[in-house]
């Protein structure tokens, strides 16, 4: 029966720690989001909640405006409309042309005032689709190399921080091309750039200190002395206690001593 009661609590408390808190859940999402910005307060969580609520609505915003006027353009020309349907449907764009405009558009290429317009027409369309072609060359050549950064970068964080990282790349693409510029997107960068420096600076201070440290003992070695006998000449001062006062010139004269003392050496007086 405790065996079973045992059990059952610790099933409690772990479904307890299972169970996140709304709060836990908005600042998980916002990690997601922002992998590289710390929240130190919850003043700064619903300042980052409040600016992406500010980018969704703006994007969606826009997104609506184009919508709507995509809508009035289709119901303030109705063959438009039908055109694009037809041409959604998988019908011929050509024969639509002609179907919904008669021989309007028959005329239109046949007429030789629209020359110009449609040979510029046509040059645009042959440099789009070479700009296309280029880019779709240029995708092919590299990807094999990225494909090789990633499997070496899987091999050092692994297979699911590469793909957030790359899903956060494809994020910051998507806001430039939106004209979003976010502080924490402009931030990361700017940390990123001054990544080797400041390390470069923490390596330098740390040998910079090191060698200090060195100096020092050196120092303190000599102060105590490596064990060599002292060989004081005869004109060498006797050595200056901490306590013994200061006397400029005369206290060096002094501290001299006289013959028999000088040098710390042993003489015998001849009488």
Request: with cysteine.
């Amino acid at each position: 029966m405790p065996d079973n009661t045992n059990t059952e609590q610790n099933a409690g408390a772990a479904a307890q720690q299972a169970t996140k808190t709304k709060r836990d859940l908005a600042l998980e999402r916002l990690k997601t989001r922002h992998p590289d910005t710390e929240y130190a307060d919850d003043e700064a969580i619903y300042g980052a909640i409040n600016d992406d609520y500010d980018a969704d609505q703006k994007s969606l915003q826009g997104y609506k405006d184009n919508e709507k006027a995509m809508a009035d353009w289709m119901g303030s020309d109705p063959a438009a409309a039908t055109f694009l349907q037809a041409m959604k449907a998988g019908k011929s764009p050509y024969a639509e042309l002609i179907r919904t405009h008669g021989e309007d558009a028959i005329d239109y290429y046949s007429d030789p005032d629209n020359a110009d317009e449609i040979a510029n027409a046509q040059s645009e369309f042959l440099k789009n689709a070479s700009d296309g072609k280029k880019l779709q060359e240029e995708y092919d050549k590299n990807m094999p190399a990225s494909y090789a950064v990633f499997d070496k970068l899987e091999k050092k964080y692994g297979e699911e921080a590469v793909n957030e990282a790359i899903d956060q790349c494809f994020q910051t693409m998507n806001n430039v091309v939106k004209g979003i510029f976010t502080e924490d997107m402009i931030t990361a960068f700017i940390k990123a750039k001054n990544h080797d420096t400041d390390v470069a600076d923490a390596a330098h201070e740390g040998e910079v200190r090191g060698k200090n440290t060195k100096h020092m003992k050196n120092l303190e070695l000599r102060k105590k002395g490596d064990g060599t006998a002292d060989l004081d000449s005869a004109n060498a001062e006797t050595k200056k206690t901490d306590n013994q006062p200061e006397f400029g010139a005369l206290g060096r004269v002094t501290r001299r001593g006289n013959i028999w003392e000088r040098g710390n050496e042993k003489r015998t007086r001849i009488r």
